[in-house]
């Protein structure tokens, strides 16, 4: 892999430096821009049509139309023939990419196809400029190189990739888009490319890791989560905690959502790396980011960490107490920064930990909270409406008030049934499942009990979980026990397995 990477690093500089390549990968009677197109197949966009972003029309409308995209650039040199973000176009476009290369236009005959077929269809208006909501600038300037070569500008999208390129020379994506729109402007020729090469290129690893990446990129920008919505396992959050992260591993993609009394909000997003064999953790080694609802537990200062980390890293408590109770093992998963030479790592490439942009990374170090930002890991993350997740929490509200009510009573054989036998708690002090109930009871003294700062964290994997946090302040008292409980659901009933006294 290292090899091959230099390799590509070597090629693509060589380009950089002086426009054309001294020694190309295929004789100099092929056509060098349809070889590098051919090579980072998908990578560079449609028309703007297939950028087109509606939370109204959700991804079926996406998929359609960045299909109507792919008709108007199917006559242009190595262009996309359908929506990166349909599984047939990928495959249609893996298998015609060669063919259409072949054909090998001149480059004012394809541009002028593009603008001709952007003509005849009106291009559809372009996601908005916050669409990628405070990415890091590289990528959002990537995505205007994106957009202007789709429509046919490409001269504007080569000036824009330059610069890009100089201020993030570490950015290898963002280089080899360069190359290849450099490429675009030698002169072409009439014999046909060298289909060995490009078939070598095309199956370059490095090469499909930078198709990988910009697909989910794009994906990103065109799939966004519908205005006001929030993830499903957010159902309440305390105020306490001012912001929130939800990793969707599919979208290969980051959310920051911003905490007021006006509920959550997503204020940004960024591209990220997961483990090298997926996600769903399962045993320390197994390089797999793991599925759940955790916490920042610490900030680790970058000048105690190799360079491999880059700005900094984040821990978070896997594994929490619902992976102990399944088995789970393995630790030390980070939310960490890229090398120096790396400014972002390929979707599924790291031993298990969440890796970001050293950019992105510095802006969310910012704004976590220590012990009090929730980090929700997901296959893919759902949607819903803050009415939907009240709705949800109402049974687990009626659960959690009711083991309160029951504790106030000194009923202990009535609260002994909010816990499950192996129940357990972490603190000074340990108990299990048979004594809770009495040190309840002996702890609340009949009084009163006021909840304040409630956190709902709803995790479905098999089982139905919920991680509650809140404090809790008796009749005639000041302060008292800030508590995360972890409650599992047993048919209808909600049951008490573990539970950590914070402070």
Known sequence: MAHSQGKRRRLVADIVRHGRLKN???????NLLAALMTASALMLAAPSAAFASSNKTGSAKASSSGAKAGKSNTGSRGAVRASSGSRASAKEARGGAGKSSVQAKGKKAALAETRTASAAKPARKAAPAGSIQEASSAEARLISVYEMFGRGQARPALAKARDLV???????????????????QLPPTNSLPDTAGIAKMRGNPAMSELHEE????????RERPPVGTV?????????????AIAVDASRSRLYLLENSDKGLKLVADYYISVGKSGTDKLA?????????VYYITSRLDPRSLKDFYGAGALP?????????????TGGGIWLHGTPPQQFARAPLASDG?????????????RKVQIGATPVVTARSLQWISPPQAEKEAQTFTNAITAWKDTRASGNEAQLKKFYLPDFQRSSKKPIDGNSAPHDEVEYAQGKRVQFKDMSYLHWRDGDDTMVATFGEVFEGEKSGRTRRQYWLRQGSEWKLFHEEILG
């Open 24 to 30: 190309p990968p295929f004789p100099r009677r092929g």
């Open 166 to 184: 100089r201020d993030y020379p570490n950015f290898q994506l963002a280089q080899l888009v360069y190359g290849d729109l450099l490429a675009a």
């Open 214 to 221: 910009s697909r989910r990129r794009l994906q990103a920008l």
């Open 231 to 243: 993830p499903s396992q957010f159902l309440s959050l305390s105020t306490k905690s001012r912001y």
């Open 284 to 292: 320390e080694g197994d390089a797999r980011t793991p599925l759940g």
């Open 316 to 328: 978070i408590n896997y594994p929490n107490p619902y992976d102990v109770r399944r088995g789970r």
């Open 353 to 365: 930990c969440v890796v970001m942009a050293n950019p992105d990374l510095k802006q969310l170090l």
